[in-house]
């Protein structure tokens, strides 16, 4: 029997939590096609309940290099996290990372910490010091002020694929249970929330430093799209 991918788990583990309806306004990246006409790719993105956006993206922008995001962006509504991972994986190596992303300013939120984030303290502890992962913070300033303190970027040799999937399937887990269990915001924190998440999603399309990467191997148009569907 053929190995589920990664990306089916997900889509599967997410849509038995809630009813999933396809987003239309992006079937012209059903198939990714490069301006010289290659596919490379395909993007999908759902949206359902307290979820605005939940998308998958995969493609492959150069020989042996195979790349995966997944990102359950939830309404403004609601004081949830975004889980997002990126997922590289390279003929003997993977290189990921994976978080949830903070709706508000953890800083003042300890009580959001104690009831939601503790549940990441022993998986995040145990992946940081298992062997066959090599941990590190991000070099990146803006992603460092904007991810929980439970970020996880690591490489792995590609035979330890298994002991990455489950690490993200953890960090999935952990949001849907915020999913099913966080009520609705005050229209003043929502309107906090929202300022967040839109400034964030611009600093990002800004300066992702792969984005020059994409755009060698798929113009700037296709890449600027990209870019709006993953965020």
């Given at each position: 029997m053929?190995?589920?991918?990664?990306?089916?788990?997900?889509?599967?583990?997410?849509?038995?939590?809630?009813?999933?309806?396809?987003?239309?306004?992006?079937?012209?990246?059903?198939?990714?096609?490069?301006?010289?006409?290659?596919?490379?790719?395909?993007?999908r993105a759902f949206?359902?309940?307290?979820?605005?956006?939940?998308?998958?993206?995969?493609?492959?922008?150069?020989?042996?290099?195979?790349?995966t995001n997944a990102s359950l962006?939830?309404?403004?509504?609601?004081?949830?996290?975004?889980?997002?991972?990126?997922?590289?994986?390279?003929?003997?190596?993977?290189?990921f990372d994976v978080d949830l992303y903070p709706a508000v300013d953890l800083a003042i939120?300890?009580?959001?910490?104690?009831?939601?984030?503790?549940?990441?303290?022993?998986?995040?502890?145990?992946?940081?010091?298992?062997?066959?992962?090599?941990?590190?913070?991000?070099?990146?300033?803006w992603v460092r002020v904007s991810a929980s303190p439970y970020f996880f970027m690591s490489s792995a040799d590609i035979t330890q694929k298994d002991k990455v999937h489950n690490l993200l399937h953890a960090y999935l887990d952990v949001e849907l249970k915020i999913l099913a269990e966080e009520q609705e915001a005050s229209d003043e924190e929502a309107a906090r929330i929202e300022y967040r998440i839109n400034y964030f999603r611009e600093i990002l399309l800004e300066?992702?430093?792969?984005?020059?990467?994409?755009e060698k191997a798929f113009g700037k148009e296709l890449t600027q799209r990209l870019g709006e569907a993953m965020t």
């Open positions: 053929a190995e589920e991918k990664l990306t089916d788990q997900i889509y599967e583990k997410v849509a038995h939590r809630t009813t999933l309806t396809p987003l239309t306004e992006y079937e012209d990246l059903k198939t990714i096609v490069t301006p010289d006409g290659r596919e490379v790719g395909r993007f949206m359902g309940g307290k979820i605005e956006k939940f998308s998958i993206a995969e493609f492959s922008h150069a020989p042996s290099m195979n790349y962006k939830p309404t403004a509504r609601y004081n949830i996290p975004r889980f997002s991972f990126n997922y590289m994986e390279m003929k003997n190596k993977i290189q939120r300890q009580d959001y910490i104690d009831k939601y984030y503790e549940q990441l303290t022993n998986i995040y502890l145990q992946a940081k010091d298992a062997p066959y992962f090599t941990w590190r913070l991000s070099d990146r300033s300066r992702e430093p792969e984005r020059h990467m994409l």
